[in-house]
């Protein structure tokens, strides 16, 4: 049977998701749980390959297996062999068309920055942080010319291994809750660093370094240089992954307080 699972981790302490020889991994993490209630080696399909230090709130995978567990044997079997860091907020059975990566229709990133100017203590690491007074109206400003379909080259990492630059930006959202600034980007797929890329432009925007034009001008370059800074990942949530409404997936995010709604 093929099962689909959502979880949510803390990111800080993982060299990524991906599997590395000799690294702690999300993957590694997830899969040795998993062994452990199949009774055999269970490997996963995730939706999105997360990077060293980003973390996630709605998370999705899948893995197949001959081992009969119930939902609740699987759910509560996995957290009970994660780490403290790592958890399983739902697990079903799903048809063998599923696939967590190639049939999700959009997926939804969440930015979060401290502006303030004192750097974070009890979020360090869960939160980026901008000493420099952020315009949020200019942000979003500059968050509209790049809203739609376009060729994304410039915001895309050197060594993203994607085939097409073209992305379906669907919504590009930017709010301030007190001292924090959120931006929140939601399409139909994402390329290597493009969340952080356009924040890194969005946050010079806000500074005053840059007028809102530039990001249309950014955008338009196709040019990875033309960009300016990347991001730093400490503020980077996978929030949820979205699905046609047959495979019935629940849009569970575990979101931390903090997290904040725009």
């Given at each position: 049977m093929r099962i689909a699972a959502i979880l949510e981790y803390d990111g800080a302490n993982f060299c990524g998701w991906q599997l590395q020889n000799g690294d702690r991994t999300v993957q590694g993490a997830v899969e040795a749980a998993l062994s452990k209630v199949a009774d055999h080696t269970v490997?996963?399909?995730?939706?999105?390959?997360?990077?060293?230090?980003?973390?996630?709130?709605?998370?999705?995978?899948?893995?197949?297996?001959?081992?009969?567990?119930?939902?609740?044997?699987?759910?509560?079997?996995?957290?009970?062999?994660?780490?403290?860091?790592?958890?399983?907020?739902?697990?079903?059975?799903?048809?063998?068309?599923?696939?967590?990566r190639f049939t999700a229709t959009g997926r939804c990133y969440r930015y979060v920055i401290l502006n303030r100017p004192v750097r974070p203590t009890f979020l360090a690491r869960r939160v980026s942080w901008d000493y420099r007074p952020l315009d949020v109206a200019a942000m979003q400003q500059a968050a509209r010319y790049l809203v739609g379909t376009h060729d994304f080259s410039s915001f895309r990492a050197?060594?993203?291994?994607?085939?097409?630059?073209?992305?379906?930006?669907?919504?590009?959202?930017?709010?301030?809750?007190?001292?924090?600034?959120?931006?929140?980007?939601?399409?139909?797929?994402?390329?290597?660093?493009?969340?952080?890329?356009?924040?890194?432009?969005?946050?010079?925007?806000?500074?005053?370094?840059?007028?809102?034009?530039?990001?249309?001008e950014v955008l338009l370059a196709r040019d990875r240089s033309a960009g300016g800074v990347t991001a730093p990942a400490d503020g980077l949530y996978l929030m949820h992954v979205q699905y046609p409404l047959h495979y019935r997936l629940p849009q569970l995010s575990g979101t931390p307080g903090f997290l904040l709604t725009c």
């Amino acid at each position: 049977m093929r099962i689909a699972a959502i979880l949510e981790y803390d990111g800080a302490n993982f060299c990524g998701w991906q599997l590395q020889n000799g690294d702690r991994t999300v993957q590694g993490a997830v899969e040795a749980a998993l062994s452990k209630v199949a009774d055999h080696t269970v490997r996963v399909t995730v939706a999105g390959r997360t990077d060293t230090g980003v973390h996630a709130c709605g998370q999705v995978i899948h893995f197949d297996t001959k081992s009969r567990r119930s939902d609740y044997e699987w759910l509560r079997g996995a957290n009970s062999n994660l780490p403290a860091d790592v958890a399983m907020l739902w697990v079903g059975e799903v048809g063998p068309s599923f696939h967590a990566r190639f049939t999700a229709t959009g997926r939804c990133y969440r930015y979060v920055i401290l502006n303030r100017p004192v750097r974070p203590t009890f979020l360090a690491r869960r939160v980026s942080w901008d000493y420099r007074p952020l315009d949020v109206a200019a942000m979003q400003q500059a968050a509209r010319y790049l809203v739609g379909t376009h060729d994304f080259s410039s915001f895309r990492a050197a060594q993203c291994q994607a085939r097409d630059p073209v992305r379906e930006l669907r919504r590009l959202d930017v709010g301030r809750e007190a001292e924090f600034v959120v931006i929140e980007a939601e399409a139909n797929g994402f390329l290597h660093h493009m969340v952080r890329n356009i924040a890194g432009v969005l946050s010079s925007i806000g500074a005053g370094e840059q007028s809102p034009v530039w990001g249309r001008e950014v955008l338009l370059a196709r040019d990875r240089s033309a960009g300016g800074v990347t991001a730093p990942a400490d503020g980077l949530y996978l929030m949820h992954v979205q699905y046609p409404l047959h495979y019935r997936l629940p849009q569970l995010s575990g979101t931390p307080g903090f997290l904040l709604t725009c």
